[in-house]
């Protein structure tokens, strides 16, 4: 059933997105300069890497590394990258990946390639044998103001529970937190 789900609901949202995706390249190409899709190498089922696109929101030079490991991430981000990235609508891509069946519409949120802390914590708990998801029960618990070891709590707390119900509920509480920009710092 998860499947199917993720499915139709990927579908819906790029049909009901699809103007304002287009919208968006279209604002991307006119404000900076490389590709309208930034591929970000993520851990995936199994601690597989897996290519992730997102709407490019930083400027092409930017290192290869959490947002908050920048000194100065906002120095990174282009003309329309704070707006995308406060809206989350550079994720909107990930709808793809979710037809494609590397992602889930919820999961834990895919580590990048290089945040082996957070792998390893995973892996430990087992959280690796997860589907990754566009939005997780730690991204309506605190987002990015959670610590490594919370968001690792979080992500376990979901392996444990996890049902449709939960997964309707974490997709409403996700809608809630863009709308309200609740704990989105960068």
Do not use: C
């Not at 390249?25 to 309208?36: A, D």
């Not at 690796?128 to 490594?148: E, K, M, V, Y």
């Amino acid at each position: 059933m998860k499947r199917i789900s993720d499915i139709t609901i990927s579908i819906f949202a790029l049909i009901f997105f699809a103007i304002p995706m287009l919208l968006i390249s279209l604002l991307i190409i006119t404000t900076s300069k490389g590709p309208i899709i930034y591929w970000s190498k993520r851990v995936g089922k199994n601690n597989k890497i897996f290519a992730m696109p997102k709407f490019r929101s930083m400027l092409v030079k930017t290192p290869d590394v959490a947002t908050h490991l920048l000194k100065d991430h906002k120095n990174y981000l282009t003309p329309i990258g704070g707006i995308l990235r406060h809206t989350s609508l550079d994720e909107l891509p990930q709808f793809f990946s979710v037809l494609k069946g590397d992602m889930s519409i919820v999961g834990p949120r895919p580590a990048l390639h290089n945040q082996k802390d957070l792998v390893e914590l995973r892996t430990i708990k087992k959280i690796h044998f997860l589907l990754p998801g566009i939005t997780g029960l730690a991204q309506t618990s605190g987002r990015d103001d959670l610590s490594i070891i919370d968001k690792v709590k979080f992500d376990e707390q979901y392996l444990v529970n996890k049902s449709l119900k939960l997964d309707f509920k974490i997709i409403l509480n996700t809608i809630f937190y863009i709308i309200k920009r609740k704990d989105i710092s960068h």
